[in-house]
């Protein structure tokens, strides 16, 4: 049953095809079950390491790549399986790499943080608070040098935000003028900081304009105004006018990694969020309201998902781990001759 904000909420939403919203749904909810599976494994002792999920946020990312096209290329931190998924990447081929076996997209050898696929144009997944901006630029580079209208979508944290490599980017990519899209994902706490503590700045994506890069502050809740702005910022960006800011105002449900109880909020103010602001209830309103799905079709939906997301614990469980030699591949790149 929809709370009256969110009826309020869907209501005051612009006209969207059913087709449409039922892609955004399915797309999000599949990365909801994905990463509540990819818990479920790591509290078992399936999967090592670090593990970041991506619960609350799934709007983001599929709101973007819904504004986005063929030989659009993105990058971006180590909280990564939901923008793995939403550009076509095999929960199979996510799910071993995860749990660390050889079916994976990096062969087991990088986990959860360091996955990648040329063929998606997804070029990580990095552990380094912030490393992955300027390699996102570099990738607007090559598509500005080889003349093409692709661009890049550079995501990062709040956290992420506070950091020199960031700046220095902006400098380069606006004295270049180079098609990239800088994604902030304010899920408001950065590691474990709220916003208003640690940064001097209510809305950050102000602090490009002293290196003239436009941009804007979006409600990251709403997977429409996301592909919206999504669509402003490519248009700005193909047309050659150089950069483009998005902050993306979303909210994680978990703890910054599974090791973090996330002692620093309140109960009260997730579950909160969850009633009355979460991207997919609203997306699920929007279908029930306009006619374009029923309560049953959505259910058939979720089994579906579940099924795959099953189907994907199953393959890891299967896929054997990699052999000793493989510490020796992947290492250097050798150029045809």
Not at 64 to 92: F, Q, V, W
Not at 320 to 329: A, F, I, N, R, S
Request: hydrophobic share 35%; proline share 3%.
């Amino acid at each position: 049953m929809a709370t009256r904000k969110q009826a309020a909420r869907a209501a005051a939403t612009p006209n969207v095809s059913g087709d449409a919203l039922r892609g955004y749904y399915r797309d999000m909810l599949l990365i909801r079950r994905f990463e509540e599976k990819a818990g479920q494994l790591y509290g078992m002792g399936l999967i090592g390491g670090f593990c970041h999920l991506y619960i609350g946020q799934e709007a983001v990312v599929v709101g973007l790549e819904a504004a986005a096209k063929e030989g659009d290329k993105r990058i971006t931190s180590y909280r990564d399986h939901g923008h793995m998924l939403a550009c076509g990447m095999d929960p199979n081929g996510v799910m071993a790499e995860l749990t660390g076996r050889i079916g994976g997209y990096s062969k087991g050898k990088g986990g959860s943080m360091h996955m990648f696929s040329r063929e998606k144009d997804f070029y990580g997944g990095h552990g380094i608070v912030g490393a992955q901006v300027p390699l996102g630029a570099g990738l607007a580079f090559a598509d500005k040098y080889r003349g093409t209208d692709n661009v890049t979508f550079t995501y990062f944290g709040d956290g992420a935000a506070n950091q020199g490599q960031v700046y220095e980017t902006f400098n380069m990519a606006a004295l270049w003028s180079l098609p990239v899209v800088f994604v902030i994902e304010n899920n408001q706490y950065a590691m474990g900081t709220a916003q208003q503590r640690s940064t001097s700045t209510p809305d950050l994506y102000t602090r490009g304009a002293a290196f003239g890069i436009d941009g804007e502050v979006v409600d990251g809740m709403d997977v429409l105004a996301v592909k919206a702005a999504g669509e402003t910022a490519v248009k700005h960006c193909r047309a050659g006018k150089g950069p483009y800011i998005l902050e993306i105002k979303t909210y994680r449900y978990r703890g910054h990694s599974m090791s973090d109880p996330a002692k620093y909020r309140t109960r009260e103010e997730v579950q909160k969020m969850r009633e009355e602001r979460d991207p997919i209830d609203h997306v699920r309103d929007l279908l029930l309201q306009g006619g374009h799905a029923s309560e049953e079709d959505l259910k058939a939906v979720d089994k579906e998902i579940k099924a795959i997301v099953n189907a994907s614990a199953d393959f890891a469980r299967e896929s054997p781990e990699p052999p000793l030699d493989e510490l020796w591949t992947d290492i250097y790149a050798e150029e045809a001759v």
